[in-house]
């Protein structure tokens, strides 16, 4: 799936949903971590509209030779994206209007990043050379996340909140101070 992200490659899969089970052709754009599962957000090709897919319910797929031009996001954020994905989902922390957006980059690929990070909601882009990772997270808790981080032994660096930066600083400062 990374591959066909980064490299801008049509994939071709079975999704088994609550309507039944489709083929379909997609141009995906982002994977997304909603709620413990995993999604891939794209273009569908055959409904010429975009469409978030749960990972687990995706069998068969195939990356095909066709490649694409990414479409711009509907909204042009990929936030409000997600959000109107999971819109009336009321355990989703998409759809919180407490929610707060946190955008790293990760030094690590996303595959190795998307093994290491648990419970926090977000997307994950592979940086222009597919070593390292923008990952946007959605979260409630700016130190929920940073838990996170530091469980997940990730190298990263904060490109934005100001706020989150602060954090992670007073955070890193106390831990200098147990040394």
């Avoid at 998409?94 to 290491?116: G, I, K, Q, Y």
């Amino acid at each position: 799936m990374y591959q066909a992200i980064s490299g801008h490659r049509e994939i071709n899969f079975i999704h088994h949903g609550a309507g039944g089970t489709l083929r379909r052709s997609v141009e995906p754009a982002r994977l997304v971590s909603i709620n413990h599962r995993w999604y891939v957000h794209g273009w569908d090709r055959d409904r010429r509209d975009w469409r978030t897919f749960r990972m687990d319910r995706i069998s068969d797929m195939v990356v095909t030779e066709n490649r694409f031009v990414p479409a711009p996001l509907p909204t042009g954020d990929l936030v409000e994206a997600i959000q109107a994905s999971f819109a009336g989902d009321e355990d989703s922390v998409a759809s919180n209007p407490d929610t707060r957006l946190v955008v790293l980059e990760l030094d690590a690929d996303p595959a190795t990043a998307a093994s290491s990070l648990h419970r926090i909601d977000g997307a994950l882009e592979p940086t222009s050379d597919g070593t390292r990772t923008r990952y946007t997270a959605l979260v409630d808790s700016h130190e929920w996340l940073l838990t996170v981080l530091v469980l997940s032994d990730l190298d990263f660096t904060v490109l934005d909140p100001p706020e989150f930066r602060e954090t992670v600083a007073r955070t890193a400062q106390r831990f200098g101070r147990a040394l």
